[in-house]
């Protein structure tokens, strides 16, 4: 069976037509949202792990990929006590418009520009002097917003970069920001709808009886590809540092074979502003139950020190475009499609091999834990 598919609308009848053989479907949509969130959840137990995809709109072609390849081939390795012990779920493609369209983010109506939906949760948008505040991300905001030139323009974001890549402001880029509608990484100005919706699918599984979450992202960007071996990393990105209680949790549940990346620069705060992992572990503090939470990535970057100046590169023409011409360049939406979901056959099935070793853990820690 081929798992990856070629719009939303068809990795969505896919992702319907595998769950419903294994478990119950659900579908949320708000008022507002033009593309509706699936759900399948399996299993009945107190303890939840959820596994999402697409809040990055483009990833979602592997997340779904992934969900469905776990749909139609591994459900059946859960042991009866497991799924009594646990309650599964998939979350399909929370950000439908991205995909569709093969954009990271949503677009913004109300400010024009683009809204990267994963720095647009758990953030308090009725009071905007408080928003929170990124300085370092204006030092790179004139370079990243500069007119497209494919060789002036990279030039100078190389020399930024090599300029800033110790003093944090190199980094600070892709942490978030909320006040340069087309600025890279924007959170918005208001919770978005694909927002209230995701809010509301996890409210439902968390309930009132959950005895623990345990949550991972499916997403594509960071790491490594190396096309002439079809070889790709897939490490998993935990927003605490070593010795984080998170940390050790994913350390303790997963194999070496999947790669456990920490955060050491998060002691005091997440990294990363306004983004799911972080919300969904103050949302549920006061339950008093565990929570876990992680993004499992897999590598697109062919050019280890280049990729992340080409992205940031394709990123700001992109924005530069929408914000002087109102629609985005071809070959810069080409560009941009490349660096997060490579149309490369053996990316895509490398991809694939890495998602299938994650579930295997999963499946495994599962079967273990409920004997």
């Known amino acids: 069976m081929n798992f990856y598919s070629e719009n939303w609308f068809d990795a969505t009848r896919k992702f319907v037509r595998n769950a419903g053989v294994v478990g119950k479907v659900s579908f949320y949509k708000t008022p507002d949202m033009q593309y509706e969130i699936a759900?399948?959840?399996?299993?009945?137990?107190?303890?939840?792990?959820?596994?999402?995809?697409?809040?990055?709109?483009?990833?979602?072609?592997?997340?779904?990929?992934?969900?469905n390849m776990f749909l139609a081939n591994m459900v059946s390795k859960l042991s009866k006590s497991a799924l009594e012990k646990y309650?599964?779920?998939?979350?399909?493609?929370?950000?439908?418009?991205?995909?569709?369209?093969?954009?990271?983010?949503?677009?913004?109506?109300?400010?024009?520009?683009?809204?990267?939906?994963?720095?647009?949760?758990?953030?308090?948008?009725?009071?905007?002097?408080?928003?929170?505040?990124?300085?370092?991300?204006?030092?790179?905001?004139?370079?990243?917003?500069?007119?497209?030139?494919?060789?002036?323009?990279?030039?100078?974001?190389?020399?930024?970069?090599?300029?800033?890549?110790?003093?944090?402001?190199?980094?600070?880029?892709s942490n978030g920001q909320y006040y340069e509608p087309y600025g890279l990484f924007y959170?918005?100005?208001?919770?978005?709808?694909?927002?209230?919706?995701?809010?509301?699918?996890?409210?439902?599984i968390v309930g009132k009886d959950a005895k623990s979450l345990t949550s991972v992202g499916l997403h594509t960007g960071l790491g490594h590809f190396c096309r002439r071996r079809a070889e790709?990393?897939?490490?998993?990105?935990?927003?605490h540092p070593e010795d984080h209680k998170n940390t050790l949790f994913f350390k303790n549940t997963l194999t070496p074979n999947v790669p456990i990346v920490a955060d050491n620069n998060a002691v005091n705060a997440p990294t990363l502003l306004g983004d799911l992992v972080d919300c969904l572990e103050n949302r549920y503090k006061h339950m008093g139950i565990p929570v876990y939470t992680a993004d499992f990535e897999i590598?697109?970057?062919?050019?280890?020190?280049?990729?992340?100046?080409?992205?940031?590169?394709?990123?700001?023409?992109?924005?530069?475009?929408?914000?002087?011409?109102?629609?985005?360049?071809?070959?810069?939406?080409?560009?941009l499609t490349e660096s997060w979901y490579p149309s490369d056959e053996g990316w895509k099935k490398a991809a694939l091999n890495k998602a299938e070793i994650l579930f295997n853990d999963i499946i495994n820690y599962m079967n273990n834990t409920s004997r």
Request: proline share 4%; net charge positive.
């Open 187 to 204: 959170g918005g100005s208001e919770s978005l709808p694909e927002n209230k919706a995701t809010m509301q699918i996890y409210d439902d």
């Open 39 to 67: 759900c399948v959840t399996i299993g009945s137990g107190d303890k939840k792990i959820v596994i999402n995809s697409g809040v990055h709109g483009i990833e979602g072609y592997f997340g779904s990929a992934a969900q």
């Open 299 to 335: 590598g697109t970057g062919e050019f280890p020190v280049l990729s992340p100046i080409y992205k940031r590169m394709d990123m700001g023409d992109a924005r530069y475009d929408l914000l002087h011409y109102g629609k985005i360049n071809h070959e810069t939406w080409s560009n």
């Open 232 to 239: 790709v990393t897939g490490s998993l990105l935990v927003s």
């Open 87 to 173: 309650s599964l779920v998939l979350v399909h493609v929370i950000n439908g418009w991205g995909m569709q369209n093969r954009m990271r983010e949503v677009f913004d109506k109300k400010n024009g520009g683009l809204i990267d939906l994963n720095r647009n949760f758990g953030i308090d948008f009725s009071k905007p002097e408080k928003l929170p505040e990124n300085p370092k991300y204006a030092i790179a905001h004139p370079v990243l917003l500069s007119k497209p030139d494919k060789f002036k323009k990279k030039s100078a974001i190389q020399k930024f970069r090599q300029r800033h890549l110790k003093d944090g402001v190199w980094a600070a880029i």
